[in-house]
């Protein structure tokens, strides 16, 4: 079964600083990977969407490559911001088509 | 980017009764939705996947007479609590997942139940 695990589990930055934040998986049998951001008592909102085929995608401060042989993503955020503090997901979506795995999270504080 | 919306976005209700969650994308067809649970401080739990004109799939371990889920139409899933109680009191999420290339998943706000 795939294991998502994002490290660290928390995570605290004065303002401006560049930060990343990591996600593996142990099964690299994916379709794509996806990284989402959840404020408190709130839904997910997807951020970045990397197919299995490409290396890196970009919006904006954000950045997340994709290296699947070793099984790890990262997101990268430049010029961090104190509304960019939220919980960090990133999910796998499977070859198979259905099957959805999310990690643990980071939950960021960006400390004005 | 595509909208799903849920409603209610809170409900409060007394245990033994029923509840009914919707889940709607807005402005695509979605094939199959999910349903998530996630308790304070943990990620998302993946409930059951709803496919539109067939039964769902339910993960190991949750009760699919309890957790009701249809799915009717292309545009609308719905989870029904069966009997509520206390322990059911979490979050809810649906997703809805785009039924073309590159299949990307858009999440509802999610809907905090409350059993008393």
């Known amino acids: 079964k795939q294991e998502v695990t994002q490290i660290p589990a928390a995570l605290s930055v004065p303002e401006g600083e560049n930060l990343v934040l990591n996600c593996s998986f142990t099964d690299s049998a994916i379709y794509n990977l996806q990284w989402f951001r959840q404020d408190p008592g709130k839904g997910l909102t997807s951020l970045l969407l990397i197919q299995s085929s490409q290396r890196e995608q970009t919006s904006g401060r954000l950045n997340a490559s994709l290296d699947k042989s070793s099984g790890r993503s990262t997101l990268y955020i430049a010029a961090s911001q104190p509304g960019d503090s939220a919980t960090y997901l990133c999910a796998v979506l499977m070859n198979t088509g259905n099957q959805f795995y999310f990690g643990t999270g980071t939950s960021l504080t960006v400390i004005p | 980017g595509a909208v799903v919306s849920q409603h209610p976005s809170w409900v409060i209700c007394k245990s033994g009764t029923s509840v009914k969650i919707e889940c709607r994308s807005l402005d695509f067809q979605a094939t199959t939705m999910f349903w998530y649970r996630q308790f304070p401080k943990q990620s998302l739990m993946l409930m059951a996947t709803?496919?539109?004109?067939?039964?769902?799939?339910?993960e190991q371990g949750v009760e699919k007479d309890k957790f009701l889920i249809n799915h009717a139409s292309l545009t609308l899933s719905t989870l029904t609590v069966t009997s509520a109680h206390p322990e059911d009191s979490s979050f809810y999420i649906c997703s809805a997942r785009q039924a073309v290339l590159p299949y990307e998943q858009y999440f509802g706000p999610g809907t905090r139940l409350t059993v008393t």
């Open positions: 709803s496919n539109e004109g067939s039964k769902a799939t339910y």
